[in-house]
């Protein structure tokens, strides 16, 4: 990697516990940010942030996220809340569907005499 | 009325008044209106130079952002209030930015007031921000159509401004024994700076219907800062008030630097862009 990392992005240079950047050294909670983008449409995930409580991580995220007339309402939740996949689980989770073109619908022909499909 | 001076009023999110509108609008306000708009622009630019410094040196990343687009709305203010008090004189907004001296700057004493430590920094935004907000609140109606419109714009930003300030103020007051210190402590150096925001003069007063006399904002402000520090535990400090004289060209020893580093380019690179 040019320059070197401290991000530990690559994994070989994670930061220590008393470099920031590092969750021992953060001493506010990590959020995660939603934005609706316009009316109709979902809260789609935006990034995160760290704010020290609930009401400041909205704020925050006004203030990282919708700077560019991004948004009209925003969602924040504790990243901790959050369960996610096992990302070493990815062939029992989803590789399943693979070859089971039935599930689509258009695995399947149009039967005669169906005008509009 | 003119073309340009109907569309100045016209405030609708995707239609804001710009400076660059005002700016290129051909109403020409008076000397005396000029003069007003150079105290309310001078305001917001001294607090935008002030609050530019915490980049990079807020406690968070997320507070530089917060503190940065605090700055960057002021700086938006002071260009539309610039720009339009410089139709009184045929000057642009960097003309008054730049090339105006420390006697000639209308802002008051409060913003000029160091950065301190970041409680000192909420404090100064706290007082700031509360007399904005009540200030633009009524300016939406003035007589003069683009101040109007100037102030139809900024409240919006200026209440999230007193918003910021007053989460923070509670966090830090009932937050740890530190920080409560602290708190107390930056109240206490600004309060000082207080009353001269609410001083009435011969150009306010003159400008009835035009300007807002700051003496009217007084009750509002009182009643705010109250209830807020009510909430936040904490004391309004009884502190003679320093001498202001800010609107008339006379400031405290602050300025000056804060000058030097905000126009040294422009000086010695006169008409550069970039």
Redesign the interface.
């Known amino acids: 990697m040019v320059g070197g990392s401290t991000t530990g992005d690559d994994g070989s240079k994670a930061p220590s516990a008393e470099q920031p950047g590092h969750p021992a050294a953060e001493p506010w909670p990590l959020w995660e940010v939603f934005v609706r983008s316009s009316r109709g449409l979902s809260h789609v995930h935006a990034g995160s942030l760290h704010a020290p409580d609930a009401d400041m991580a909205v704020r925050n995220a006004r203030d990282l996220y919708t700077r560019r007339n991004e948004g009209v309402s925003l969602w924040v939740v504790p990243a901790s809340s959050i369960i996610s996949s096992d990302p070493d689980a990815k062939g029992q989770f989803f590789e399943s569907p693979q070859g089971k073109d039935y599930r689509h619908a258009t695995y399947y022909t149009k039967s005669e005499g169906v005008k509009h499909l | 009325m003119s073309e340009s001076n109907a569309s100045a009023t016209r405030i609708t999110p995707g239609n804001a008044l710009r400076p660059e509108d005002i700016a290129a609008s051909d109403v020409k306000p008076s000397e005396a209106v000029g003069e007003y708009a150079l105290r309310l622009g001078d305001d917001a630019l001294i607090l935008a130079q002030r609050l530019g410094w915490w980049i990079s040196r807020a406690p968070?990343?997320?507070e530089d952002?917060?503190l940065g687009?605090i700055a960057l709305d002021q700086i938006g203010h002071a260009r539309s209030f610039l720009a339009y008090a410089g139709h009184a004189w045929g000057k642009t907004e960097d003309d008054l930015a730049y090339f105006r001296g420390e006697d000639e700057f209308r802002s008051c004493h409060l913003v000029e007031q160091p950065n301190g430590d970041f409680a000192r920094t909420i404090a100064r935004q706290l007082v700031i921000s509360q007399y904005q907000f009540t200030l633009y609140a009524r300016l939406m109606n003035s007589g003069d159509a683009t101040l109007a419109a100037i102030a139809a714009k900024a409240v919006k930003e200026v209440d999230?401004h007193r918003?910021?300030a007053r989460?923070w103020v509670l966090?830090l007051a009932l937050g740890t024994e530190e920080s409560r210190r602290r708190i107390i402590e930056g109240i206490l150096l600004t309060w000082p700076y207080v009353g001269e925001l609410f001083e009435d003069d011969e150009l306010v007063t003159g400008l009835d219907g035009v300007a807002v006399r700051p003496s009217d904002l007084r009750p509002a402000f009182d009643t705010d800062i109250e209830s807020l520090f009510a909430e936040a535990e904490l004391e309004v400090p009884a502190v003679p008030f320093a001498v202001g004289g800010g609107r008339n060209g006379h400031h405290s020893e602050h300025l000056g630097y804060i000058l030097a580093e905000m126009q040294v380019l422009a000086r010695e690179h006169p008409g550069a862009t970039w």
């Open positions: 968070e990343l997320e952002v917060a687009n999230y918003d910021h989460q966090r």
